[in-house]
Structures are given as C-alpha cells and as structure tokens.
Nanobody, 116 residues
C-alpha cells in the first residue's frame, strides 16, 4: 500500500503562480507514470500533465506553456508548477502515480482557486 499527500493549493489572483507538491509514501523509482488531474465543479476529472516511461511528457492544451510537471525520485515527490494562472484553472487538483497497469494511487486533492 501507499499514500500520496498533496500540498500547495490555495487562493491566488489571475496571473499569479502556485506550486503543487505530492509526496508518495513508497519508493516511486519503479513508477511507470505520474501525473496531475483536476476536476472543476460540474465537470469531469481531466488529465492536466503526465510523465510516463517511454513517452513524451503530456500537457493539456489549456495549460501548455504555463504549467510544468516534474518529479524528484530521491524525494518521492511530484510537482506541478503553475504560472500565469487563469480563473478557468480553478479546480481540485489530484496527483496520481501508477506503479503498474493495475496498481495506482491518488492524492486526496488540493483546492486551487484563481480570482479574476
């Protein structure tokens, strides 16, 4: 078993920045992918950014050029740097780590609110 603990959400004005962190209770060196998803009120959860072994880093079109995903396997932590935030980025953000095709973990979610 493993747990993901997220931090870094909050309230920010449009144009501002936040950095989300997600620390895994296990060694993440063997992970096949890690990423960030978000869910806005009344909408489905969507993939924001992902790093997967053997694949290019993925970013949703709406965040390209503004968000950067990274991972520190020594610290078992995944980050999402969010710059030039827009009100449309308001959502609960969830981190996800896939250790295998059948084993994945989710964070508890952290609220990001961007005011106009």
């Amino acid at each position: 078993q493993g747990q993901l603990v997220e931090s870094g959400g909050g309230l920010v004005q449009a144009g501002g920045s936040l950095r989300l962190s997600c620390t895994f209770s296990r060694n993440m060196r063997g992970a096949i992918a890690w990423g960030w998803y978000r869910q806005a009120p009344g909408k489905e959860r969507e993939l924001v950014a992902r790093i997967a072994r053997g694949a290019s880093t993925y970013y949703a079109d709406s965040v390209k050029g503004r968000f950067t995903i990274s991972g520190d396997t020594a610290e078992n932590t995944v980050y999402l740097q969010m710059n030039n935030l827009e009100p449309e980025d308001t959502a609960v953000y969830y981190c996800n780590i896939k250790m295998s095709r059948l084993q994945e973990y989710w964070g508890q979610g952290t609220q990001v609110t961007v005011s106009s």
